[in-house]
């Protein structure tokens, strides 16, 4: 299958690299698998869930010479084939707009190894002066960027419009995920980094 550029993709080598040295990485909202497949070659075990059946069906046909492949059609919210503390890495890519925002942050969070990291690259509402006055600002070299690049994307792909601006995003990151950081990127995208802290031992737990 081929190979494409979008807003979205742009942000996959920033991925990629965070990918290297993982043995657990998840994918939220995986959509065709053109993400996991390049986190194959840093990522020992890749899983990839998508609630888009159709969508799943070409990710299977795009990784289906890729070992260690996991793939499910289902709800990242409610899905119980996905273990709790268990992903060094946990990546979701235009999705999480698609899902309510705090509790897609606590699974999120939930699901991540200690130690471990979590990658978003979103889309935001435009809501306050300064979201609409840098959306302005940076639409002609993104419409030319576009042109250049030849965006694209698979056929049928699902989206929608964001609801929470990127401001009332941050809030609910500095809730869910204290330390995160929350910036707002170039093709009208944001990026979410955060590291699941490792609680230390006591004591009293080496006592048993």
């Given amino acids: 299958m081929r190979d494409y550029w979008n807003h979205s ?3 996959h080598p920033e991925l990629v690299a965070s990918a290297s040295g993982r043995r657990q990485v998840l994918d939220v909202g995986c959509g065709d698998g053109l993400l996991l497949q390049k986190l194959g070659d840093g990522a020992t075990h890749l899983t990839g869930i998508d609630p ?19 793939l ?7 899905d119980s084939s996905l273990q709790a503390a268990h992903y060094d ?17 606590e ?10 990291s979590l990658r978003v690259v979103g889309l935001a ?3 306050s002066i300064t979201d609409w006055v840098v959306a302005g600002t940076t639409v002609l070299p993104i419409r030319a960027l576009s042109t250049v690049h030849g965006e694209s994307s698979y056929p049928d792909m699902t989206t929608a419009s964001p609801v929470e601006s990127l401001a009332e995003i941050r809030d609910a990151a500095a809730l869910v995920l204290p330390g995160s950081r929350v910036q707002r990127r170039f093709y ?3 990026t979410l980094a955060w590291t699941k802290p490792v609680v230390a031992r006591t004591s009293s737990d080496h006592r048993g």
């Fill in 188 to 190: 009208y995208r944001y």
């Fill in 89 to 105: 890495l946990i990546t979701c890519v235009a999705a999480l707009h698609h899902m309510p925002l705090v509790p897609a942050l």
């Fill in 125 to 127: 509402a435009n809501k």
């Fill in 107 to 116: 699974r999120m969070r939930d699901l991540v190894a200690p130690g471990g």
């Fill in 9 to 11: 993709t742009a942000y």
């Fill in 72 to 78: 499910i059609v289902g709800d990242f919210l409610t």
């Fill in 52 to 70: 888009d059946a159709s969508a799943v069906a070409l990710a299977t046909t795009r990784l289906s010479t890729h070992p260690g492949v996991q």
